[in-house]
């Protein structure tokens, strides 16, 4: 018999223990025989760097300053990975995509929530309308002003502002 979605939910609600919940460093990850491992420049994208077109590895290195802020760091490269992946499965341009995982947190940067989002997380208030707004409304900005550097129109910014 198989699991819906929901059983499965509960099975990892069962598992998880926000107590002893520590976030995965990803800035040490590295493709060795194809599989990623611990090494010393995946902070600067070198295990997605194959997947990125030029125009995308331009957009992450203006995303850096703002990555790593939420006390998860560089987890954009996983987040970055299965939007990849997923385009595979879903009918959606990768021109919106790509941009809108590479940016999606970036508006962590300049709010003193990073650090805290472990401790809201405890409390259960992480995904209140005034937790996320902040962040996101941020995001939209970061998006905005580095994307349109790289000759995004308008419309797509809008697109990509809605996402985030």
Same mark, same amino acid.
């Given at each position: ?6 059983? +499965?939910?509960?099975? @990892? ?10 976030? @995965? ?8 025989? !194809? %599989?990623?491992?611990? *090494?010393?420049?995946?902070?600067? !994208?070198?295990? +997605? ?5 030029? $125009?995308?590895?331009?957009?992450? &290195?203006?995303?850096?300053?703002? /990555? #790593?802020? $939420?006390?998860?760091?560089? /987890?954009?490269? +996983? ?10 499965? =879903?009918?959606? &341009?990768?021109? +919106?995509? =790509? ?7 970036? !508006?962590?940067? *300049?709010?003193?929530? #990073? ?8 409390? !259960?208030?992480?995904? *209140?309308?005034? &937790? $996320? &707004?902040?962040? /996101?409304? $941020?995001?939209? =900005? ?6 349109? %550097?790289? #000759? ?13």
């Amino acid at each position: 018999m198989e699991s819906s979605i929901d059983d +499965i939910v509960l099975d @990892i609600k069962k598992e998880f223990d926000i107590e002893s919940y520590k976030p @995965i460093d990803y800035r040490n990850w590295e493709v060795y025989d !194809g %599989k990623w491992k611990p *090494g010393e420049n995946s902070m600067l !994208g070198k295990n +997605i760097a194959p997947l990125l077109q030029e $125009r995308e590895k331009e957009m992450w &290195r203006l995303s850096l300053p703002y /990555q #790593g802020n $939420r006390d998860d760091p560089d /987890q954009i490269e +996983i987040v970055t990975y299965f939007a990849i992946k997923l385009l595979d499965y =879903v009918d959606a &341009r990768r021109e +919106i995509v =790509v941009p809108t995982a590479i940016f999606h947190d970036s !508006g962590f940067t *300049g709010l003193d929530m #990073g650090t805290k989002w472990k401790e809201l997380a405890k409390k !259960g208030d992480k995904e *209140g309308e005034t &937790r $996320r &707004r902040p962040h /996101q409304n $941020r995001g939209i =900005v970061y998006a905005s002003l580095n994307l349109s %550097k790289l #000759g995004y129109s308008e419309k797509d910014l809008l697109e990509i502002a809605d996402i985030i």
